[in-house]
């Protein structure tokens, strides 16, 4: 069976420090890969997908980056966190089949900026 | 663009009663639809989800049938329980249309809270 591991589990980092999330799934190939956040009192925001190594599309600008150099390997980053970049965390996966198919989630990241 | 709308909350049932939360959509294309579940401190769950016209999916007593002429997915359930209590997202998923290999796009979340 298919499993997507995402850590660490929470981090608190001061304003001006670099991040790197990271998110890998077991148990599937060539998956869609995909980064949210999730803001205290406000729904999912998209901030990152990709369907292939090195292939990286952006929904936002901001201060975050991803890449992706394994085909199950999802990594966010950031050279300067900054107070807003506090949030929820969640990588997620499909199957590259299309639409109907939905995603699956990581247990998240809990960051926190000070 | 594709939206989904949801009741914010937070909604307060007794244990034992039933549950509705209401969903809508809009999309330019042919939707599949879902439904997630948040428990605290915890990434989402894939609840149920249903991919054409009248499908109903059903999964731990919830039900949501896809309406298109009311374009609605109203997430029920016969009898809650205190277990319950969690924050449920409404989602679609569109193809060729911001869906499928760009990520599903959500409601912001109705908060659940169950009182024994």
């Known amino acids: 069976s298919q499993t997507i591991h995402q850590w660490p589990a929470t981090l608190v980092q001061p304003v001006g420090s670099p991040l790197s999330l990271e998110c890998t799934v077991e148990?599937?190939?060539?998956?869609?890969l995909y980064w949210y956040r999730q803001a205290a009192g406000r729904g999912l925001q998209l901030l990152f997908y990709?369907?292939?190594?090195?292939?990286i599309s952006s929904e936002v600008p901001q201060n975050l980056s991803a890449s992706r150099p394994q085909d199950r390997q999802f990594i966010l980053s950031s050279k300067k966190l900054l107070l807003s970049d506090s949030g929820f965390y969640l990588c997620?996966?499909?199957?590259?089949?299309?639409?109907?198919?939905?995603?699956?989630f990581g247990n998240g990241t809990r960051l926190t900026v000070t | 663009g594709d939206s989904v709308t949801q009741m914010e909350g937070p909604v307060t049932l007794s244990e034992e009663a039933f549950l509705t939360i209401n969903c809508t959509y809009t999309a330019t294309g042919y939707p599949s639809l879902f439904w997630y579940v948040q428990y605290p401190g915890e990434g989402l769950q894939l609840l149920l989800k249903a991919t054409k016209a009248d499908d109903k999916g059903s999964n731990k007593g919830f039900e949501a049938t896809y309406r298109k002429e009311t374009t609605s997915f109203h997430l029920e359930k016969g009898s809650v329980q205190v277990s319950d209590s969690a924050v449920y997202f409404c989602a679609l998923s569109v193809l060729g249309s911001g869906g499928g290999a760009d990520g599903l796009t959500f409601g912001k979340g109705t908060h659940l809270i169950i009182q024994p």
């Open positions: 990709s369907v292939g190594i090195g292939q």
């Open positions: 997620a996966w499909s199957p590259r089949t299309g639409t109907g198919s939905p995603l699956h």
């Open positions: 148990g599937t190939s060539n998956p869609n």
